[in-house]
């Protein structure tokens, strides 16, 4: 099992169209794929079912926020397995494409966990630095189902909950828009993450309980999105951002999210993501084939 996050503090860099994209491609090659929505816009969760579906059938108990609430009011388990939802309209292909949903409210419970980390002594501020940290990492381990890659849509924060997902994964994939705040943030990223990793594994280290292991989720590519394509090539005005990001020293893959309004555009409203579409035409055979080419990338990078 492959646990990969999709990550980037920005908002609007295309996280949520490539997290429904990769994980439709995925299950549509027979691969049996879960994807968390955590951001409590709760995009990734309306991409794959109706507004109607979730308010009937999942938003008062069955959403990853009832999952984080049962941990912090009550230090029960709810068991993750129970809110699994298989949207139909997206499982066409030989695998499964399953989805835990995300709540508009989940935006309150950065505030809670934060208090969840107070603690007297030094022990206590480190066991409840590990408990909270590694929330969603021992959660997914006891999932029943046998999952081939887990896919989680991050919020455009670093606050707990997104470490909570960063703590659970093997590795991390962080689109971006070639511009100059999409690009800023990405080294900031990594610091964050280093940072996180650093304190964790430094607490599993002073503690003496062997629950505990130590983590390394990496950073398995940059991936630009919303390319403006010009004979082939991405427009000069977003050659320097590509170049900026190049000096980075960090990975970078080797494919490339056009930009296309009009096709990404309808993707709510058709229900299925744009990978998966039947149509014709040139224009959107070049969007497709470069998801499925993303897949293929990323699927030769991370295989378990
Ligand atoms: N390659 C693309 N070209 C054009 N529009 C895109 C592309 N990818 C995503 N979009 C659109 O941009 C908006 C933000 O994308 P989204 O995936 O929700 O970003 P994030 O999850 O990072 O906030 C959405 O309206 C989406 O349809
Ligand atoms: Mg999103």
Redesign the pocket.
């Known amino acids: 099992m492959v646990i990969i996050s999709v990550i ?1 503090y ?11 994209n990769l994980a439709a491609e995925l299950a549509y090659r027979g691969k049996n794929i879960l994807t968390i929505d955590l ?1 409590p ?1 709760a ?2 969760t309306f991409s794959f079912i109706t507004v109607d579906d979730w308010r009937k059938n999942y938003e008062n108990s069955k959403t990853i926020k009832n999952w984080y609430d049962a941990f912090i009011d009550k230090d029960t388990e709810l068991n993750l397995n129970s809110l699994i939802a298989r949207p139909s309209r997206v499982n066409s292909g030989r695998g499964n494409l399953d989805l835990i949903c995300s709540h508009l409210a989940l935006i309150n419970v950065d505030l809670e966990l934060a208090t969840r980390l107070i603690g007297g002594t030094e022990r206590d501020l480190r066991n409840n630095y590990l408990r909270v940290h590694s929330r969603l990492r021992f959660g997914l381990e006891s999932l029943e189902e046998e999952y081939d890659y887990i896919l989680i ?1 991050c919020p ?1 924060n670093f606050n707990i909950v997104t470490k909570t997902a960063v703590t659970a994964s093997d590795y991390l994939l962080v ?1 971006t828009k070639p511009d100059y705040l999409s690009t800023l943030g990405i080294e900031q990223l990594g610091k964050h993450v280093g940072e996180l990793v650093k304190s964790y594994n430094k607490y599993v280290d002073d503690s003496d309980d062997s629950e505990w292991e130590r983590i390394n989720p990496e950073i398995v590519g940059i991936l630009f ?3 403006q394509i010009r004979n082939r090539s991405p427009i000069s005005a977003q050659q320097p951002y590509i170049q900026q990001v190049r000096r980075l020293n960090m990975p970078i893959l080797g494919t490339m ?5 009009t ?3 309808d ?2 409203e058709y229900g299925v993501p744009v990978v998966l579409r039947r149509v014709s035409g040139q224009t959107y055979k070049d ?1 497709q084939s470069e998801l499925e080419n993303l897949t293929t990338e990323i699927l030769n990078m991370v295989t378990p």
């Open positions: 980037n920005k908002g609007g860099v295309g996280k949520t169209t490539v997290t429904a951001d816009q995009s990734l849509d455009p689109p999105t919303m390319i999210i056009r930009e296309n309004k096709i990404y555009a993707a709510p969007v």
